[in-house]
C-alpha cells in the first residue's frame, strides 16, 4: 500500500488544506500484510471521514486501516473538515460545499480513482457518521453505499442542550439559535425527502455501542430509517465512544462493503 498525505488549496474553502490517501499496490512483499493488490486503471474510493475533535490524520493513527484494506483493491481518501459537522457554516467554511462537491474532484485529478458510483463509498465515526449519511441521503447519485460507526445521527436532538461546550460547539456551524430540526442538516428528514424523491437510496450501515452516549440517538434513527423502508443494515455490540471499538467495527464495514461487482 501507498500512503500519501497530499497537501492542496480547496477552492470551496479559500484556504489550503491537506487529506491523507492509501492507495492499493502490487506487492507480496509486504511484511504483516494479507495480499497484494491487483493493477486497475481507476480504483474504487472509500470517503472515510473524522469525527468532531480529529482530523486526516487519525484513522491512521488509531486504527491498522492501512493494513485491512491492503487486499481489497480499494482507495481510501481522508479529507480534513475540522469541527464543521460537514456543513456550510454561519460563522466559517464551507464544508458541505467541500465535501459533496470537491474533495473527490480534487483527489481524482491526483490519483486514479473511479467516478462510478457503484465505486464510492463513504464511512465516519461520530460527527464523520453524520456527514457519511448525510452525502448518502442527499447525494444519493455519488454513492452506492455510506456507513456510519457510533454516528451523531440526531443532531436536532443534540442541539436542545444545556451544555455550555456543545453549544459553544454547534453556534458557529449553525447560528446563535441552532435551528436544526425540520432543515437539510436533520438526518430524519433528509431520509423522508429521498424516500419522496423515488431515487434509489444506497446502502446504509450503522453500528453503535450500547455504552455509547450516543446510542439513544442512534436507536432513533435506525427506527425512523425502518419506518421509511430504507435499505438499512443496522449492528449493535458492547461498547464505548472509543478507538476499540470503532477498529473492530471498521473490518465489519469493509467486509459489508458490496466491493465485488466493482472489482469483477
Request: hydrophobic share 40%; aromatic share 10%; with cysteine.
Amino acid at each position: 500500500m501507498a500512503l500519501i498525505r497530499c497537501n492542496y488549496f480547496s477552492e470551496a474553502l479559500g484556504l489550503s488544506s491537506s487529506m491523507h490517501v492509501i492507495l492499493p499496490q502490487q506487492s507480496n512483499r509486504q511484511m504483516g500484510m494479507d495480499g497484494s493488490a491487483e493493477a486497475l486503471e481507476k480504483y474504487p474510493c472509500l470517503l472515510l471521514l473524522h469525527g468532531l475533535s480529529d482530523d486526516d490524520s487519525i484513522w491512521q493513527r488509531r486504527t491498522s486501516i492501512e493494513r485491512y484494506v491492503a487486499d481489497l483493491n480499494l482507495a481510501v481518501v481522508m479529507p480534513n473538515v475540522h469541527r464543521s459537522f460537514y456543513c456550510n457554516m454561519k460563522y466559517g467554511g464551507q464544508y458541505w460545499e467541500f465535501i459533496s462537491r470537491e474533495i473527490l474532484q480534487i483527489a481524482r485529478g491526483f490519483f486514479p480513482l473511479s467516478e462510478r458510483r457503484e465505486d464510492n463509498y463513504v464511512a465516519g465515526l461520530s460527527m464523520g457518521g453524520y456527514g457519511a449519511f448525510k452525502l448518502g441521503l442527499r447525494k444519493p447519485e455519488m454513492f452506492s453505499a455510506a456507513a456510519s460507526l457510533s454516528g451523531a445521527l440526531d443532531v436536532a436532538t443534540l442541539s436542545n442542550s444545556n451544555d455550555p461546550e456543545r453549544i459553544s460547539t454547534l453556534k458557529p456551524i449553525f447560528g446563535e439559535e441552532i435551528k436544526i430540526a425540520g432543515t437539510d442538516s436533520d438526518l430524519m428528514v433528509c431520509a423522508e425527502k429521498l424516500v419522496d424523491s423515488g431515487v434509489d437510496c444506497p446502502a446504509l450501515y450503522q453500528c453503535c455501542g450500547t455504552e455509547d452516549f450516543l446510542y439513544e440517538d442512534n436507536i432513533a434513527f435506525r427506527d425512523h430509517a425502518t419506518k421509511l423502508g430504507l435499505n438499512l443494515t443496522y449492528k449493535e455490540s458492547p461498547g464505548m465512544h472509543e478507538w476499540g471499538f470503532w477498529d473492530k467495527q471498521i473490518q465489519n464495514v469493509l467486509e459489508w462493503l458490496p466491493l465485488s461487482s466493482s472489482q469483477s
